[in-house]
């Protein structure tokens, strides 16, 4: 069942972002010290980023996120959901959609299409207008740019909700959605999850939306996929405006 807990409080979390504005004004308000810097983020994340930007990107439309989801089995001899249960504080995520997003890479490398971990966004500036069903473009995170680097975030889910990047829905209008629900939905009605509510990716949160793994916890299994685990924890440089 989703719930809207969090693992950090407000106020730590306010603590977080007053420190990451600090550090924010401090690296822009000299130009030459931002210019030395994404001149570096482009040698090092420039090329990582072109070649595999399914690394760089958050969870695709459509992605569900919960305290539990039921997700499709592969290679099943008929349509089979199981689930997963995220831990205390956490919250677990299933992307649908992943596989077709990245057809190239997919078939050399496999994606990865469940993760677990702390939720958190980057909220940049030219999206947050945007109505929910606005399609932001994948991978539209530039991380040779600063600004967009400091717009990484760790919004509550309410706060994603409210600013249309993610919309609650049950599993069985999630499944819908995707267009998965004619296969897995009598599934989905025998287990009795069809109607547990679960948050899902709008268009507008297309790939901005990630589930990050905590540092020290153990490598995820190869099932598990850690989206945008290397971005600093301290770079959550302000709230959703309202």
């Known amino acids: 069942m989703a719930t809207r807990e969090g693992k950090q ?7 977080t972002r007053k420190e990451s504005a600090r550090l924010k004004q401090e690296v822009t308000r000299a130009p030459i010290r931002k210019a030395i810097i994404e001149l570096g983020l482009k040698i090092v994340v420039g090329y990582p ?32 959901v199981e689930y997963e249960k995220a831990p205390g504080g956490r919250w677990v995520g299933y992307d649908f959609n992943r596989p077709s997003e990245f057809p190239t890479i997919n078939a050399k490398h496999g994606v990865k299409q469940l993760t677990r971990g ?51 829905t049950t599993q069985g209008e999630a499944y819908e959605r995707v267009g998965l629900y004619d296969v897995y939905g009598e599934e989905l009605s025998s287990r009795s999850v069809e109607d547990d509510p679960v948050f899902q990716v709008t268009p507008k949160g297309n790939s901005l939306v990630s589930l990050e793994r ?29």
């Open 118 to 168: 702390r939720l958190v966004a980057f909220l940049l500036d030219r999206v947050m207008d945007n109505e929910p069903e606005e399609r932001t473009p994948t991978a539209s995170v530039d991380f040779t740019s600063l600004d967009d680097v400091f717009s990484f975030d760790t919004p509550t889910i309410d706060e994603l909700v409210d600013a249309g990047m993610l919309r609650l």
């Open 49 to 80: 980023q072109k070649r595999r930007p399914d690394m760089m990107s958050g969870l695709i439309e459509g992605a569900i996120i919960g305290s539990t989801v039921s997700f499709p089995v592969a290679n099943s001899d008929k349509p089979r």
């Open 214 to 242: 905590d540092f020290g916890e153990k490598k995820p299994r190869e099932s598990e996929m850690p989206n945008l685990g290397w971005v600093p924890n301290n770079l959550a440089p302000r709230r959703i405006a309202g």
């Open 9 to 15: 409080s407000p106020e730590e979390l306010q603590e």
